[in-house]
C-alpha cells in the first residue's frame, strides 16, 4: 500500500476541498451496503463523527472486504469526494485497504446497538470506543486544559503535593494505607502495636486525601498556588458522586478573605463552562440528545434542563451566597421537611446538609447555584477559620444542580493559638504537624483555598449521572478493575 501521511478525522470533516488523496486510520464502527457498494463509518477519536468510507466492492478482494467487521482497524488510501449523503460535507472513495487488526466480531462485546451503562462500565477496557465515553474523554480533556489556562492566566502556580503522607488532612480517617510491612508477619513494639518504625518511611503512612495543606505552605509564599492531583478517600460511601479515587484542583491563595474565596470559585466555574461550551459544542450536543433520549419516559418535572441551555444558565445568573444558619431556616420550613419526604430530617443548627438538602436548595428554593458560608464548626475540618460566635467557621460549599456540593473551601484559621486549641479539641497530633503550625509562626497572614472535585465538575459539564462514567476507570467500594 502506498504510504501516506495519515490525516485525522476531525480534520477531514473540516475541509470542503476534494480530489485529493488522503490517508486515513480508524477502528470500524459499523459497515452496511450491498454487492455493488459498502459503506464503512469509521472512527479515530479525533471527533464525535465517523467518517464515511465508500467501498466500491468489485475493486476490492471479497476475502479482504469480509474483514472489514466493526470493530477492526483499517487503514485507508483515497480520495475525498463531496458526499452526497446528509449529515457530512465530505466522504473518502476508498483506493487501498489495509486491515491492520482484525477484530473478533462474534466475540466482540461491542456491537452497533445501544448499551446500558452499566454493561459498558463492565468492559471499560473497550468503552473509550462508543460515542459516549469518547465524547466524555474529549471533554475530560478540555476541561483538564482549561484548568491549567484559567490559573496560568492569573499568574498561580501548580505545585504538586505529594500523593503519599503520614497526615490526614481533613482529619476526617478515611485514608488508605500504604505501607511494605509483610502483612502476613507484622513487626511488633514491646506494647503490641504494628511498629511502623520498620515500615518504608519509617512512621505510618497513608494515600493524600487532599494536597490543601501543602498548597498552604506554598501560597504563604508564593501567594497564589494550585495543585490538581489525584486523591484518595477509603468512605465506604458507594453513591453516584463519590470515588475511592478522584481528582482535586485546589487553589490556595494568600491575602484572600472569604469573600475573595467565593469571587474566585464563581469566576473559575463559570470559566471551565465557558470553556466547555466554547471548544465542544459537538460533544456536549451529543451528549445533550442523549440526556433527552434516556429522559423520554419521564413526567415533565422529573426531567432536567437541556444540557446547553442549563450550562448557559449557569454562566449567566450570580450564585446565591447565604450563610448556613439562613439555609438551615428554608429547609427547616420546607414542604418536604415538614411532609417527612427527606431521608435525613433537618431539626435545626447544627444538622450535616446531605445531597438531597443541598439540591433542593438550588434546584427548588434559589433555582441557581448557591453557595453556603460559615457552617458550625463541629461539622467542619479543624483548620477553618473560627468566627467571633465562637459556634461557626468561615467555610463555603460551592452547591450545584443535579450535584449538590462541588466546591468546598474556607478561609483557613492564620492564629497559632486558635488553631492549635482547635487541634488539640479534634484530637489531631499538632505534634506531628509542627511542620503546618510553623506558617503561623512565620509571617502568617489571612488565606483562603478551595477544593473543586473534578469529576463533580465532569458530572456537571456532560450531564451523566454516575461519577463512574466520568473517570475512565473509576475506583469504587469492591470494584478496581482494569
Ligand atoms: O470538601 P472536601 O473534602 O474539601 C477538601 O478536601 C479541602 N481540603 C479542599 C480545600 O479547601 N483545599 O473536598 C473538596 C471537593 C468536594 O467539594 C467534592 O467536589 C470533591 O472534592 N469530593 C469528591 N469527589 C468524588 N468522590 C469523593 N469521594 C469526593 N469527596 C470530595
Ligand atoms: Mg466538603
Avoid at 86 to 108: H, N
Avoid at 113 to 132: C, D, G
Avoid at 307 to 316: A, G, M, P, T
Avoid at 394 to 417: C, K
Amino acid at each position: 500500500m502506498e504510504q501516506i501521511r495519515r490525516t485525522k478525522i476531525t480534520d477531514l470533516l473540516k475541509t470542503t476541498e476534494t480530489g485529493q488523496i488522503v490517508n486515513v486510520k480508524g477502528w470500524v464502527r459499523t459497515k452496511r451496503g450491498n454487492k455493488q457498494v459498502n459503506f464503512v463509518a469509521l472512527n479515530d477519536g479525533t471527533c464525535i463523527h465517523n467518517l464515511q468510507i465508500v467501498v466500491d466492492v468489485p475493486n476490492f478482494d471479497e476475502s479482504q472486504l469480509k474483514r472489514i467487521t466493526t470493530g477492526a482497524a483499517v487503514s485507508i488510501n483515497g480520495e475525498v469526494c463531496a458526499s452526497t449523503g446528509s449529515g457530512q460535507a465530505v466522504e473518502v472513495l476508498a483506493k487501498e485497504i489495509e486491515v491492520m487488526g482484525d477484530c473478533d466480531v462474534d466475540k466482540y462485546p461491542l456491537q452497533p446497538k445501544k448499551h446500558s451503562l452499566e454493561f459498558l462500565r463492565e468492559i471499560a477496557h473497550l468503552r473509550f470506543r462508543t460515542n459516549t465515553f469518547g465524547a466524555i474523554a474529549r471533554v475530560r480533556h478540555a476541561m483538564i486544559f482549561a484548568v491549567h489556562q484559567f490559573f496560568t492566566q492569573k499568574g498561580f502556580l501548580n505545585i504538586h503535593t505529594p500523593i503519599i503522607t503520614a497526615s490526614d488532612a481533613e482529619g476526617a480517617g478515611e485514608m488508605f494505607k500504604v505501607t511494605t510491612l509483610d502483612l502476613d508477619n507484622l513487626p511488633r513494639t514491646e506494647e503490641g502495636d504494628i511498629n511502623f518504625k520498620e515500615d518504608f518511611f519509617g512512621k505510618a503512612t497513608n494515600l493524600t486525601v487532599s494536597g490543601q495543606l501543602e498548597g498552604e505552605l506554598a501560597a504563604l509564599a508564593m501567594g497564589e498556588i494550585y495543585t490538581f492531583g489525584p486523591t484518595f478517600r477509603a468512605e465506604n460511601s458507594n453513591t453516584s458522586r463519590h470515588l475511592a479515587e478522584f481528582w482535586m484542583i485546589e487553589p490556595e491563595m494568600a491575602f484572600y478573605d472569604l469573600n475573595d474565596n467565593m469571587d474566585l470559585a464563581e469566576e473559575f466555574l463559570k470559566f471551565l463552562i465557558k470553556y466547555a461550551l466554547d471548544n465542544c459544542l459537538d460533544d456536549l450536543k451529543f451528549l445533550s440528545n442523549r440526556l433527552q433520549e434516556e429522559e423520554k419516559g419521564k413526567k415533565a418535572e422529573d426531567k432536567t434542563m437541556e444540557l446547553i441551555e442549563k450550562l448557559e444558565f449557569v454562566l449567566s445568573n450570580d450564585f446565591i451566597r447565604l450563610p448556613y444558619t439562613e439555609a438551615i431556616d428554608i429547609l427547616k420550613n420546607s414542604k418536604p421537611n415538614k411532609k417527612g419526604k427527606f431521608k435525613y430530617p433537618i431539626d435545626g443548627f447544627g444538622s450535616d446538609l446531605q445531597s438531597e438538602h443541598e439540591r433542593y436548595l438550588v434546584e427548588k428554593h434559589f433555582k441557581k447555584p448557591v453557595i453556603l458560608t460559615d457552617y458550625p464548626k463541629d461539622i467542619k475540618a479543624f483548620y477553618m477559620k473560627q468566627n467571633e460566635d465562637g459556634k461557626t467557621v468561615r467555610a463555603m460549599d460551592v452547591l450545584f444542580p443535579q450535584i449538590g456540593e462541588i466546591i468546598g473551601g474556607s478561609q483557613r484559621e492564620e492564629n497559632y493559638d486558635k488553631l492549635y486549641n482547635r487541634m488539640t479539641e479534634m484530637e489531631i497530633p499538632a505534634e506531628e504537624m509542627w511542620w503546618y503550625l510553623d506558617t503561623r509562626r512565620f509571617g502568617s497572614v489571612v488565606h483562603s483555598g478551595f477544593g473543586l472535585g473534578f469529576e463533580r465538575l465532569m458530572l456537571f459539564v456532560t450531564g451523566m449521572g454516575n461519577i463512574r462514567d466520568v473517570i475512565p476507570f473509576p475506583r469504587t467500594p469492591k470494584t478496581a478493575e482494569f
